[in-house]
């Protein structure tokens, strides 16, 4: 048998679990583990400038390709819980990524020993397993079982934590015959998909709402393909959006408070049927419950058991891997309609896109300062089908998920269920890893920049080149928003005179300046019409640099994005006026329909 240190042994099994790269931060307590990284080679390791960037990096990475599992590294104590954070955005979003943290001896970790800190309890609510091994013998097993645990059932997050004398201790492990475990994945039955779709087939108008798990299960292809069969237009949720592109004749668009459609809200409230999988119902998709329920039918495919009925009780539920479903609902319906037995849905489906083509927000705006509007319409420009959008939160997601348009799976990448500031930077630099050709372009509100903005440093160290669209109204402009209820607008104010960048007026940081002395390169738009250029040129200089490059949109203050302000999905406060002609929308999905 081979002998190793436990350092040694679980770096072999990262590498055969499939691990080639890592986002991290050394430290005292975790240099063994960086030790048996450097001799044993074969995982890329990217130096993160704060922990917190290391696990969203993580993340980024790992929604990036199917089957991918992202690794973040730390030291013990405040590195484990900075790297919180990124564990609760992975869990709330069904994402695997792996934590691994150094931690003192194990003589001393009850001791208040110098950054000792019992990381595995702080981690427990936001993994799937947190767990400070004390055995060195125990090691391989523990990471056996940690990828087991993040690719078996609702995929998730998994912290290990290592006492630097763990690290150190040898042990016989035999790398050679190391076989990871076959994941769990619960499968629908034939009968329960038979009963499904007799179900859709009684209805008159269904949806299909999918979500992320489809996107997870690597099932889009067969979800466009039973929309086709039975000719069900679909409604991706935020976290499913690109599932089938935007301009498929079956997309109905998105449905929600905040990052819908205006045509997506409209056929939803007409439909009386709904299929929804690996979707977990959102608040801010759904808003009030007995709006969104009325007079329709649902039933809910997840591959968790306990996620059905855990927002409202569907008439039927079916606890299932969404690919091992589809491929069950592919079959039936593909039986059915052989035998002439399919509705014809052609007149709704057709309904749909008549309001897409009608119910349409306005984006041509020439005003200066720039409306966030024709932000996202120069977008829609610049960046093709092939482009990997990235965005957290804030006005800029909303109005770019209102906005902007996806054609694939994995293409928009969103912080759902968290929603951390400051999660886009690192994250975008996880997908620029983990897919170095794409056009990787990341969407942030002024605040978001600021929050993890020395992670900028790490693209231009490393040479991982995206472009950075950064929309700034020196305003935390959501909270502004939701404000207005409460009468107020306080505390939210990010504007001071830069007395180092005078020409910002009251637009306070200099993000070009601080851009730049990171190591990026950086463009500031103040007009309308150089938009268009600006993109152009950002795109050649990520190319020719290899570095981030930001493209700050100076904005009007105050905007108000289109929203529900009484939580009411058919209730969505339109705050700009709307397209009545095509040149209000020249980028719309289809051309305005007046």
Avoid at 86 to 91: E, H, K, N, Q, T
Avoid at 508 to 525: F, S
């Amino acid at each position: 048998m081979a002998r190793m240190t436990a350092a040694r042994a679980a770096v072999e099994i990262l590498k055969r679990e499939g691990v080639s790269n890592a986002f991290g931060v050394p430290g005292a307590a975790i240099n063994p583990f960086y030790a048996a990284l450097k001799a044993s080679g074969g995982i890329n390791h990217t130096l993160a400038r704060h922990v917190e960037g290391a696990s969203h990096m993580a993340e980024g990475y790992t929604r990036t390709h199917p089957g991918n599992i992202g690794v973040c590294i730390g030291t013990s104590g405040p590195a484990g819980t900075d790297m919180i954070t990124g564990l609760y955005s992975a869990i709330g979003d069904s994402i695997p990524i792996l934590c691994i943290t150094g931690q003192a001896p194990t003589a001393v970790i009850h001791k208040e020993d110098f950054q000792a800190v019992d990381i595995a309890s702080i981690a427990k609510p936001v993994t799937k397993m947190a767990v400070t091994v004390l055995e060195a013998a125990q090691v391989p097993g523990v990471f056996q079982q940690a990828f087991h645990l993040m690719r078996s059932g609702r995929p998730g997050p998994v912290l290990i934590d290592l006492p630097i004398d763990v690290q150190l201790t040898e042990i016989e492990f035999d790398p050679e015959t190391y076989e990871p475990l076959q994941a769990y994945k619960p499968a629908a039955s034939r009968a329960q998909i038979e009963k499904a779709i007799g179900l859709l087939n009684a209805s008159e108008r269904p949806l299909i709402v999918a979500g992320g798990g489809v996107i997870n299960a690597d099932a889009c292809e067969l979800l466009v393909e039973f929309a086709e069969l039975t000719g069900t237009p679909v409604v991706p949720t935020l976290m499913g959006w690109g599932i089938l592109p935007d301009d498929h004749e079956l997309n109905a668009g998105m449905v929600g408070l905040q990052t819908s459609h205006r045509y997506g809200n409209a056929t939803f409230l007409e439909s009386d049927f709904v299929l929804g999988i690996g979707n977990r119902w959102a608040n801010r998709h759904t808003g009030k419950l007995d709006v969104y329920t009325a007079g329709r039918t649902f039933v809910h495919v997840d591959i968790e058991p306990t996620q059905i009925g855990k927002i409202f009780a569907p008439d039927y539920g079916i606890a299932s891997d969404a690919k091992a479903a589809l491929e069950l609902f592919v079959e039936v319906a593909r039986e059915l309609k052989a035998a002439g037995r399919l509705p014809d849905r052609s007149a709704w489906a057709a309904s749909a896109q008549e309001k897409k083509a009608t119910l349409q927000r306005r984006t041509h705006f020439d005003d200066i300062p720039i409306k966030p509007q024709r932000v996202y319409e120069e977008m829609n420009k610049a960046f093709g089908p092939e482009t990997r959008y990235v965005s957290t939160i804030g006005l800029s997601q909303i109005a770019g998920a209102q906005m902007l348009h996806v054609y694939r799976p994995r293409h928009w990448i969103n912080c759902g269920q968290a929603g951390p500031l400051g999660w886009t930077i690192p994250a975008a630099l996880g997908v620029a890893k983990a897919d170095p050709d794409a056009q990787v372009v990341a969407l942030s509100g002024d605040y978001d920049f600021q929050f993890m903005i020395e992670e900028l440093a790490v693209g231009a160290q490393h040479r991982i080149p995206y472009v950075h669209v950064l929309v700034n109204n020196s305003y935390l402009g959501l909270i502004r928003q939701a404000q207005r209820a409460f009468d107020i607008d306080f505390q939210v104010k990010l504007e001071f005179e830069n007395i180092n960048s005078p020409e910002l007026g009251v637009y306070g940081v200099d993000h070009v300046k601080v851009a730049e002395g990171l190591g990026c390169k950086a463009i500031r738009v103040t007009d309308p019409a150089e938009l268009g250029a600006a993109l152009e040129q950002a795109k050649k200089l990520a190319a020719e640099h290899q570095v981030p490059v930001v493209v700050e949109a100076i904005l009007e203050r105050v905007t108000n994005i289109a929203m529900s302000t009484t939580n009411d999905i058919g209730n969505v406060v339109e705050f700009e006026e709307l397209a009545t002609e095509p040149s209000h929308a020249p980028t719309s999905i289809k051309t305005l329909k007046v």
